[in-house]
T-cell receptor, first 109, second 115 residues
Framework: KNEVEQSPQNLTAQEGEFITINCSYS?????LHWLQQHPGGGIVSLFM???GKKKHGRLIATINIQEKHSSLHITASHPRDSAVYIC???????????FGKGTHLIIQP | DAGVIQSPRHEVTEMGQEVTLRCKPI?????LFWYRQTMMRGLELLIY????????DSGMPEDRFSAKMPNASFSTLKIQPSEPRDSAVYFC?????????????FGQGTRLTVV
């Protein structure tokens, strides 16, 4: 079983819809990252969370440490939000990240 | 700063050849990470450096892989000899702090194809 599980794997939605991507992890962590990978391949860090909630523009990320779960929400989705969204956790013992397999999001106009 | 710079962007090589991937981290970042991305396994940490010193190389798949960081502005990942199963996108990332504290900045990746 992967240490980091994301759902759904694939998501297609219409422009304007509210999007939720989920991430569950099975190890103790100090921080969780949400990354965005564009169709061209570049990876951008969206959020780093250790507790609570963060908001940036139309993106909101939440984390529940007790339940080992995080969600990424996109409000008023737009075709330019189409990308792969990757959840990654910092696990004890190593300073690198352990990644989920990603959620492939397509927003149709 | 131009961000994390990787070269080459694409590499096609024949099985058995040596491949060297290069990375220039963001100036002032103390941490440098090498990751590999495949369809089957997603992103995986291979090795990371702190202040030019390799800290954890447990993700390096086998002895054919080696990484160096001779100075704060340059790192290489070498595969010798290369095999078709090494085909993947290799990302370099750097960060000011450990992953527990701050975000990592990724390069554009090197897409390696071993035929």
């Amino acid at each position: 079983k992967n240490e980091v599980e994301q759902s759904p794997q694939n998501l297609t939605a219409q422009e304007g819809e509210f999007i939720t991507i989920n991430c569950s992890y099975s190890v103790g962590i100090s921080a969780l990252h949400w990354l965005q990978q564009h169709p061209g391949g570049g990876i951008v860090s969206l959020f780093m969370l250790s507790s609570g909630k963060k908001k940036h523009g139309r993106l909101i990320a939440t984390i529940n440490i007790q339940e080992k779960h995080s969600s990424l929400h996109i409000t008023a989705s737009h075709p330019r939000d189409s990308a792969v969204y990757i959840c990654a956790v910092f696990r004890g013992g190593a300073d690198g990240l352990t990644f989920g397999k990603g959620t492939h999001l397509i927003i149709q106009p | 700063d131009a961000g994390v710079i990787q070269s080459p962007r694409h590499e096609v090589t024949e099985m058995g050849q040596e491949v060297t991937l290069r990375c220039k981290p963001i100036s002032g970042h103390d941490y440098l990470f090498w990751y590999r991305q495949t369809m089957m396994r997603g992103l995986e940490l291979l090795i990371y450096f702190n202040n030019n010193v390799p800290i954890d190389d447990s993700g390096m798949p086998e002895d054919r892989f080696s990484a160096k960081m001779p100075n704060a502005s340059f790192s290489t990942l070498k595969i010798q000899p290369s095999e078709p199963r090494d085909s993947a996108v290799y990302f370099c990332a750097s960060s000011l702090w450990a992953a527990r504290f701050g975000e990592a900045f990724f390069g554009q990746g090197t897409r390696l194809t071993v035929v």
